[in-house]
Antibody, heavy 121, light 110 residues
Framework: EVQLVESGGGLVQPGGSLGLSCAAS????????MTWVRQAPGKGLEWVAN????????SYVDSVKGRFTISRDNAKNSLYLQMNSLRAEDTAVYYC??????????????WGQGALVTVSS | QTVVTQEPSFSVSPGGTVTLTCGLS?????????PSWYQQTPGQAPRTLIY???TRSSGVPDRFSGSFLGNKAALTITGAQADDECDYYC??????????FGGGTKLTVL
């Protein structure tokens, strides 16, 4: 059974840093692109970042470029999101999710339960 | 910057049919955008519904179907049920590894 379990959420002051982790199990982690998607309170889903299976390619939404870093450790079956210079508008539930390429189509097929990050003084 | 558009809200009667759409503020949605659809109930993680135009994710009832409608991707619910009342999102690939979710559609079944 595929499982994605986020950890590391919490309360942080504006300008501070926080790191999220996502422990993956039930599949060969090193085969899949992975992603972080967030959802601010009462708002819609927002794609945040992607990372290639070997970690060599990453991409980010403009609003987090230069502040957030997505990374992975395939030996530990873990995905990470390092968030620096946090702003109030980064307050959200952060979901770890798996991309799959099947029948010529890219889509997210598994989601974690999410980790709440609150940026407030 | 191109925006992914969805109806903010929609209402359907129990047993009725509703089609939600996913478009672009500029241009047409095509297979190159890899549209997929996700369902989310309040307080829960999203659930994958549809990908590859009209392929249902495991466990998704066949009352959910996908298509292209004109210049948009579409999600149709046929025979809507009370527990279909929740939020629906599409996501599109916008090139260079960038993905954008639509704003979501809040579906009411009454």
């Amino acid at each position: 059974e595929v499982q994605l379990v986020e950890s590391g959420g919490g309360l942080v002051q504006p300008g501070g840093s926080l790191g999220l982790s996502c422990a993956a199990s039930g599949f060969t982690f090193s085969n899949n692109w992975m992603t972080w998607v967030r959802q601010a309170p009462g708002k819609g889903l927002e794609w945040v970042a992607n990372i290639k299976p070997d970690g060599s390619v990453t991409s980010y939404v403009d609003s987090v470029k230069g502040r957030f870093t997505i990374s992975r450790d395939n030996a530990k079956n873990s995905l990470y999101l390092q968030m620096n210079s946090l702003r109030a508008e980064d307050t959200a539930v952060y979901y770890c999710a798996r991309w799959t390429y099947s029948s010529g189509w890219w889509y997210i097929d598994f989601w974690g339960q999410g980790a709440l990050v609150t940026v407030s003084s | 910057q191109t925006v992914v558009t969805q109806e903010p809200s929609f209402s359907v009667s129990p047993g009725g049919t509703v089609t939600l759409t996913c478009g672009l503020s500029s241009g047409s949605v095509s297979t190159n955008h890899y549209p997929s659809w996700y369902q989310q109930t309040p307080g829960q993680a999203p659930r994958t519904l549809i990908y590859n135009t009209n392929t249902r994710s495991s466990g998704v009832p066949d009352r959910f179907s996908g298509s292209f409608l004109g210049n948009k991707a579409a999600l149709t619910i046929t025979g809507a049920q009370a527990d279909d009342e929740c939020d629906y999102y599409c996501v599109l690939r916008m090139g260079s590894g960038i993905w954008v979710f639509g704003g979501g559609t809040k579906l009411t079944v009454l």
